[in-house]
């Protein structure tokens, strides 16, 4: 039972991690699916979609340390 816990708790610092990085551009992209189902036009949510994963590679490409992690999240804009 304690490996479960421990294997669980891996897998939810790593989700963490992931949405950390890519939250952003998930929640415009289904902004943008949205506004098509509602008949809109989703320019706007794609572009920022776009702009986030940019955002998301980069910050993915930076070398972080002990030191900075909590510079790594892709949250600030």
Not at 13 to 32: C, D, E, L, P
Not at 67 to 74: G, K, R
Request: hydrophobic fraction near 40%; avoid cysteine.
């Amino acid at each position: 039972m304690t490996e479960y816990i421990v294997v669980l708790a891996l897998v939810v610092v790593a989700a963490i991690g992931v949405y950390s990085f890519f939250g952003k551009t998930v929640r415009n992209q289904m902004a943008g699916v949205a506004q098509e189902i509602s008949g809109q036009s989703s320019t706007t949510q794609v572009r920022d979609a776009g702009t986030a994963a940019d955002n998301a590679a980069e910050r993915a490409n930076q070398d972080y340390s002990l030191s900075n992690y909590d510079e790594a999240t892709n949250s600030g804009g």
